[in-house]
C-alpha cells in the first residue's frame, strides 16, 4: 500500500514558490532538457529507429533534478530501466546517448548496451533492466567510497514495485548495517507495467524502509520545489555522516510503462484498440466452465478499470514540469527563452546524432 | 483442426486444462492482462498477479504444488530467473529425490525466452540449455503452435517440475509487447510456421521427451529447438540447391531428450550441426555431441550458437543469434570436410 | 539490532506459573522428548555413524513446542536446517528420523534426505537448508489452503540471520498483501554460524516486520508459558481470519551452530583447541604489511571476544527446559515420571533403528 | 618450496595479494573466523562479515569492482548461488560487454564445492559447467596447493570477473567444518596430493586458461578437475596394471579452456573420458566433447560425471561421485571398443 494518492499530492503542491528563482531557473532546464530529450527520443522511435522496450522518465524528471543536481565529482548512480534522464542530467554526452539508443558503434556503449544497459565508467553511472538491481549496485558503489574515505554518495534510482524485490530490500539492509552512503530513491509513480503496486504490497513503503533502519523521508515528488529543498538538506549531511537515506518520491509517468504501453494505446483511440482484445476477451468470458457470471462481470470490469486508471497519470495536473511553470509562471520570458534554447540544442543533437550514424535506420 | 497462433495455442490448451482441473493456476507478474482472456473468465483466484518477488512467488509454487496444486507460475523473461534461481535449483529439482521419491512438485514454469527484437543481453536469452544441466527438472521449447498446445498440457499434467520456454519471436503479443509497441516501423525475421499454424481442436498432451523431425533428409542432420528450427528449415532449403539434403529435427524438449531419434538420424547422415539459440559452451550443443559419441558412433559435428552477451544493435544482434547463413555456412563445412 | 538481549529474557521470565498444570506437563513432555531425542541423535553423530552437519534445535524447544501443539489436521510446516524438533512434535515417527540420520533406506526419506531435507508429504512438513526458503515455501502452503479455503496454517520456522535474505522478506510480503495465513516464527538466538546478527542487521525485527504489514509480536522463547498462551491467542485467530502473522522469539542454541561447532568446542577445552588456531592467527597477525598494531590487538580482541560470547548460550539459565523445572518444581514426582518414560522410550528407539539398519555404521 | 595444505595455500596467496594491494578486501558470512587469520592481521575493513543475503553482497560487490576495489567475495557453498545468480549472470558477466568494453568487473568470487562427506545434495554441488555457460565468466577450479595459490593470485589480479572454486574434500577447514566437527570417527575418501603440497616460496600467478598435464600416458586420456583429477591418478595406476597407459590431464581452469593441450592429448590416445563432479548433462563433460568434434577430430568418449541429486546416504554417495571403479570402468569400455 502506498500511503499518498495522487490526489494528495495535487493538493499539496505549492503554488507559489519560496525558492530562489535561480535555482527553480536551473531546475526548470535540467527537467525540460530531459523532457525535450525523451520527446525527440520518443519520434526516433516511432520511426522505428530504436528497438525494444524504450522507458521513459517522462513525469519523474523533478525528482531525478532534484538529486543529480546535488551530485558531485565521485558521486555514484545506480538507474533502474529508466535511465535517460539521470544519465543525460549527469552529464553525459547525450548525442553518445542518442547514438547508443540508434544502435551505433559510436554510441555511449559501442551500440552493445542499448537504452536499458548504459553505462558510463567516468561518471560512475550504470544501469540495468533487471527489476532491483540498483540497489546492490548502489551499495556497492558506496562500500567503495567508504572504503576509500571519499565524501561521496551513491544513488539508487528504483520504482515503488521494485521495493518488492528481494535484493533490493537486502541491500537496504546493507546499507542500514554497514552505515554506508546510499540514497536509496523510491519514485513511486503506483504502477508496475500493469499492476497498481498497492495490490501486490504488504505495508506501507516508508515504514519498510525504516524498519530497515533507514532514515525516511516521503515526498511530493511532482513538486521540484519540495524535492530540491529536502535534498539540500539530505545530500549534504549524507557527506558527512556517511549514512543511508531513503526517498519515497510520488511521481507518474506520463507515457505508462514504455513506449507503446497497450494500456496507454486505450486513451488514444479507445474504440480501434479495445475493439481488437474486446473479441478474444468476450470470447474467452462467455465459455461454459469458470467463475461465476457475476465474478466474471466483475473480472472484466476490473480490466476496464485498469484502463480508466491508467489514464489519469497523463493528466497535465501531475505533470512535474507544467507545475513548475505555474509556479513561476511571471518568468514567462526567462522560460520561453529556456524552451527556444533547449529545442535548439536537441534538435541539432538529434540531427547530428543521425548523420553521425547514417541515419541509423535498420533495414 | 483449427488455425491458431502460437500465443493463442498455448491460452487455449491453459484454458481447457483450467477448466479441466479446479486445481490449475497461474501466478505471475501481470498475469492479469497478460492472461486476460483467461482471467475475464477464471478471475483473479486462477489467474493471480503478483508483486516483482520472483524467489518468493516461485518459491510458494513449489510448496503450493507439493501441497497439491497445479500451479503454473510465469517468470516474464527467462533473464529474471537469476533472482529466484534457488526455487529451481534446491527445491523444485531435488524435492522429490529428497523425499525418497514420495513428494511430487507438479509445477510448471512459464518463461518467455529468445531475442531478435532488440532488447539487448538481459532480455534476450534463452538458458534452455542451462536449466536443463540440472538433474530434476523438464525443459520444454515448443516450435510451433501445435506443439506448443499439447506441450502446455503435458506439462500442467505432469507430476514433475517443468519449465517451459516461450520464444518472443513466436508469441505475437510478447513481440508487440516488448518490440513493436504497436509500430509498424519495425520488422523481425518470422517463421511464418512458427507464428501460426493449424491445431487439433480438443488438445491432446504430446508426450515429454519426444522429438518432431520437421524434415527428411540424408546428408546431414540439422538438431535445433524453438526459432531455430525455422531457421534450419530456411537453411535446409539453400542446402537443397547447393545439392545437400538436410535432416531438420525439432528437440521439442530437450530434457529429456530423445536420444534414439537423434541416433537414427545420425546413422544415416553422419553429420551433425546443432543450431542453439542459447550459448554455445557447456549447453545443449555439446550435451548432444556428447550423447552421439557415448554411442560408439562416428559423425561430423559443427554447431551454430549464441557465442557472447547478444548486443542491443539490431544488425549485431541478427549475426549473434543462429541464422541461416551461419547453418549453411557450417554445413558446407562439415559436407566438404 | 535485535531489540532484548539474554539478561532481559532472563530477569522477565516467569518464575510463578499461571498456566495450567497439566498444559506445562504436556509441554515439557514434548520438549524434553526432542531433547533427549536430541541427546540420543548426538551420540551418534559422535559415533560417526551420521554424517555432515548437523544442526540441533536444542534451546528452542520451547519455541517449537508451543507452536506445533497448537497445529492440527491439515496444518503444514516449513523448517529450516533445525529440522528434528519440529518434525518430532509434529508426530513423524522417530525410528523413521534416526534411520534418515542413518542415511538408510527405511529412513524417512530413503536416506536421501538426511537431516537437513526432511520431507513428510503425510504431515504436510518440509525442511530446507537453503537459509530463507522456509518463507517462500510456507507462504506456498498457506496459498493451497486458501486457495482450498481451508481453515489452516503454515508455519514458517527460521532464524534471526535468515531474516536478512531477500526471499524471505519477499515472503513476508507475499503473506500481507494475498492475506494468507502463515505464522513467520524468527527463532532469534542471536546468532547466525559465528556472526553476531545485531552486526549485520540494519534496524529492528519487529519493526522489519511491521514494515510489511504482519502482526508482529516479540516474545520470550525461553518461557514455554509465554510463548504457549500467546499462540492459543494467535493461531484460532489466524484460523479464522486467514491472516499473517510474526513471532519473534528469543531463544538459544545451546550446542552452537551445529555439532562440532568450532567455537563451542573452545568452552570444553580452550587451550587445547586454542593452540590449534593460535599459532597461525599469531603469526598471520605479526606479519609486516597489515593494519596498525593498535588495530590488530583489536582484532585479535574481537574474536577472543566471539569466542567467550558463544559460551553465553550454553548458560543453564537460558535453558527453556530447566526454566520450566523450575516452574513447576513441585511437580517433582511427575517430572521424573516423564523423563524416565521418555528415557526408556528414546532408548528403545535408538536400539531399534540401529537393529534395523544393521548398525548404519558406514565403514 | 614450502609444504602447504590446500587451504594455507590459498590464504597464503591471497595475504600476499592483499599485502601488495590495498584495494584487495574478502567480503562474505562468517570471514571474521573463516578467515581469521587475515582478520586479525589486515582487520574488518578488508575482511568483511556480511548478512546472509548473498544477492544484496554479491551484487554489491560487482559495482565495488567497478568502483576500482578487488573484492573476494565468499559464497559460503556454490549451491547457495542460486538467491544470488543474478548478480552473475545478468551482471558481473554481461557489464564489460554492455558497456561496450569499456568497464570491468575485476571480481572474484570464492565458493567452497564438492562432495565426498554426507552433506547431502543442497550442500555438496559442484556446478562449475553449469556456471561457465554463462559468456563473460571465468571459471577455476584447482586440484592441489600450488595450482590453488597461484591461480588464486591469478584470479585476483584478473580484469575479468572469476569464479573461484575451492573443493571442500581438499580444504582442511572444510572438511572438519562441515563433515567431521572435530570427530575422528568419520573418515573421508582424501587425494593426498590434493590436500597437502610443495609450493613456491613467493606466489607467482598462474594464467588463467592453461591446463596441467599430471601424468603421461599414451592410450587414453583422462580429463578432469578439482578431486577428479585425482581420482583419475588412482584410476589410472589400476589402469596400469592392466596394461593401459593413461594420460591425466587437469584442466585447472574450465573457461577458458586449453583446447590447444586438450587436442594434442587426444591426438595421441584418440580416447577421452572426462571425469566430472558436477553434473553430467549440459555441462562440462559435453563441452569437451563438442570442442574436439569441431576441430574434426575422431576418438573414443565416455563420460563419469554425477547423473542425479547427490543423496545423503555416504554409501550412495560414494556410487554417485565419480569414484576410481566407475573411472577404470569406463575406460576399460573405451579401450575394448
Ligand atoms: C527481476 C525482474 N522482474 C521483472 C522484470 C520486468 N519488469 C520490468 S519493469 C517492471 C516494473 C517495475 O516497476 P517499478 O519498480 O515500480 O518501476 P516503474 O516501471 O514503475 O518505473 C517489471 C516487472 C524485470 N525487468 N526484472
Ligand atoms: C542461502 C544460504 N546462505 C548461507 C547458508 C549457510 N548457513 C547455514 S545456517 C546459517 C546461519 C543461519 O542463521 P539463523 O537464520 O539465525 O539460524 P540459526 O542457525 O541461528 O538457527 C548460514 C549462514 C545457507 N545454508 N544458505
Ligand atoms: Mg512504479
Ligand atoms: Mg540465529
Redesign the interface.
Known amino acids: 500500500?502506498t500511503s499518498k494518492s495522487y490526489i494528495t499530492i495535487c493538493l499539496n503542491t505549492n503554488i507559489v514558490s519560496n525558492m530562489e528563482k535561480s535555482i527553480l531557473l536551473d531546475m526548470y532546464r535540467m527537467m525540460l532538457r530531459s523532457r525535450l530529450f525523451e520527446e525527440a527520443v520518443t519520434e526516433l522511435?516511432?520511426?522505428?529507429k530504436i528497438?525494444?522496450?524504450?522507458h521513459l522518465g517522462i513525469g519523474e524528471e523533478a525528482v531525478i533534478a532534484a538529486v543529480v543536481s546535488h551530485l558531485q565529482d565521485g558521486d555514484?548512480i545506480?538507474s533502474d530501466h529508466r535511465g535517460t534522464p539521470p544519465f543525460l542530467m549527469r552529464g553525459i554526452d547525450p548525442k553518445a546517448l542518442i547514438l547508443?539508443f540508434l544502435?551505433?558503434?559510436k554510441?555511449?556503449?559501442?551500440?552493445?548496451?542499448?537504452?536499458?544497459?548504459l553505462?558510463s565508467?567516468e561518471h560512475?553511472c550504470?544501469s540495468?533492466?533487471?527489476?532491483?538491481?540498483a540497489?546492490?549496485?548502489?551499495?556497492?558503489?558506496a562500500?567503495?567510497?567508504q572504503?576509500n574515505k571519499q565524501k561521496n554518495i551513491a544513488v539508487a534510482f528504483f520504482g515503488e514495485?521494485?521495493v518488492?524485490?528481494?535484493?533490493l530490500?537486502?541491500?537496504?539492509?546493507?546499507?542500514?548495517?554497514w552505515n554506508l552512503p546510499v540514497l536509496f530513491v523510491c519514485k513511486d509513480n503506483e504502477w508496475?507495467?500493469?499492476?497498481p503496486?498497492e495490490?501486490?504490497?504488504?505495508?506501507?513503503l516508508l515504514?519498510?524502509?525504516?524498519?530497515?533502519?533507514?532514515k525516511s523521508i516521503e515526498l511530493n515528488g511532482l513538486d521540484i520545489e519540495e524535492m530540491h529543498e529536502a535534498l539540500s538538506g539530505i545530500i549534504p549531511n549524507m557527506r558527512k555522516n556517511g549514512d543511508p537515506h531513503f526517498i519515497l518520491a510520488h511521481c507518474v509517468h506520463k507515457t505508462g510503462h514504455?513506449?507503446?504501453?497497450?494500456?496507454m494505446?486505450f486513451h488514444g483511440n479507445f474504440m480501434e484498440e479495445f475493439k481488437e482484445?474486446s473479441g478474444?476477451?468476450?470470447?474467452?468470458?462467455a465459455?461454459?466452465?469458470?467463475?461465476s457470471v457475476g465474478?466474471?462481470a466483475?473480472?472484466?470490469g476490473?480490466?476496464l478499470g485498469?484502463i480508466r486508471r491508467s489514464g489519469k497519470q497523463m493528466k497535465e495536473k501531475f505533470d512535474p514540469i507544467i507545475i513548475l511553470e505555474k509556479k513561476i509562471k511571471d518568468q514567462k520570458e526567462e522560460l520561453n527563452n529556456i524552451k527556444e534554447e533547449i529545442t535548439l540544442e536537441i534538435g541539432a543533437i538529434i540531427d547530428e546524432s543521425l548523420k553521425l550514424s547514417n541515419g541509423g535506420i535498420?533495414k | 483442426m483449427t488455425e491458431m497462433t502460437f500465443a493463442e495455442a498455448i491460452e487455449s490448451a491453459l484454458a481447457q486444462a483450467m477448466e479441466g482441473d479446479e486445481s490449475v493456476f497461474i501466478m505471475g507478474e501481470d498475469v492479469h492482462l497478460l492472461r486476460v482472456n483467461l482471467f475475464a473468465r477464471f478471475g483473479k483466484k486462477r489467474v493471480k498477479h503478483a508483486p516483482i518477488s520472483e524467489s518468493g512467488f516461485l518459491g510458494a509454487g513449489v510448496a503450493a504444488a507439493m501441497a497439491g496444486l497445479r500451479p503454473v507460475v510465469e517468470i516474464m523473461l527467462i533473464d529474471f530467473i537469476g533472482v529466484a534461481m534457488d526455487a529451481l535449483l534446491n527445491h523444485a529439482a531435488k524435492i522429490n529425490y529428497f523425499s525418497g521419491g514420495k513428494w511430487n512438485v507438479p509445477l510448471v514454469v512459464r518463461a518467455s525466452c529468445g531475442g531478435g527484437y532488440g532488447d539487448a543481453g538481459q532480455h534476450e536469452q534463452s538458458l534452455w540449455g542451462w536449466i536443463a544441466h540440472i538433474p530434476g527438472l523438464n525443459v520444454i521449447v515448443p516450435s510451433n503452435p501445435a506443439d506448443a498446445g499439447g506441450l502446455m498440457l503435458a506439462a500442467i499434467q505432469s507430476d514433475e517440475p517443468v519449465i517451459y520456454f516461450e520464444h518472443k519471436l513466436l508469441a505475437d503479443y510478447w513481440r508487440d509487447y516488448l518490440g513493436s509497441g504497436g509500430r509498424d516501423t519495425v520488422t523481425y525475421d518470422l517463421p511464418q510456421d512458427g507464428v501460426k499454424g493449424y491445431v487439433p481442436d480438443i488438445w491432446e498432451p504430446i508426450p515429454i521427451g519426444e522429438l518432431r523431425k520437421f524434415r527428411d533428409g540424408d546428408d546431414i542432420t540439422l538438431i535445433s529447438v524453438g526459432v531455430g528450427v525455422h531457421r534450419c528449415i530456411d537453411a535446409s532449403q539453400i542446402l537443397e540447391n547447393k545439392g545437400v539434403s538436410a535432416e531438420v529435427l525439432d528437440l521439442r524438449t530437450i530434457a529429456p531428450i530423445d536420444l534414439n531419434a537423434i541416433k537414427e538420424s545420425v546413422k544415416k547422415t553422419g553429420k551433425v550441426i546443432v543450431v542453439d539459440e542459447d550459448y554455445k559452451h557447456f549447453g545443449l550443443s555439446g550435451e548432444i555431441s556428447a550423447l552421439i559419441l557415448e554411442e560408439g558412433m562416428e559423425f561430423k559435428f559443427r554447431r551454430v550458437c549464441t557465442e557472447h552477451t547478444i548486443p542491443y544493435d539490431r544488425k549485431r544482434e541478427d549475426d549473434t543469434l543462429p541464422n541461416v547463413q551461419r547453418i549453411v555456412n557450417e554445413a558446407m563445412k562439415v559436407m566438404g570436410s
Not at chain 1, 522511435?45 to 522505428?48: F, H, K, L, S, T
Not at chain 1, 495490490?199 to 506501507?204: A, C, F, P
Not at chain 1, 515504514?207 to 533507514?214: D, I, Y
Not at chain 1, 465459455?287 to 467463475?291: E, I, N, V, Y
Open positions: 500500500m522511435w516511432e520511426q522505428g528497438s525494444g522496450e524504450m555514484a545506480a547508443e544502435g551505433d558503434p554510441g555511449l556503449c559501442s551500440g552493445q548496451g542499448g537504452h536499458m544497459h553505462f565508467k560512475l550504470a540495468s533492466g533487471i527489476v532491483g538491481a540497489g546492490p549496485a548502489a551499495t556497492g558503489f562500500l567503495s567510497m572504503y514495485g521494485a518488492n524485490q528481494g535484493m530490500m537486502e541491500s537496504m539492509n546493507l546499507a542500514s548495517a508496475a507495467i500493469t499492476t503496486s495490490e501486490v504490497t504488504g505495508g506501507e515504514k519498510r524502509a525504516e524498519g530497515f533502519g533507514l514504455f513506449l507503446g504501453d497497450p494500456l494505446r482484445v478474444p476477451l468476450m470470447k474467452s468470458a465459455k461454459r466452465k469458470g467463475a465474478k466474471r466483475n473480472n472484466i476490473k480490466v485498469l535498420l
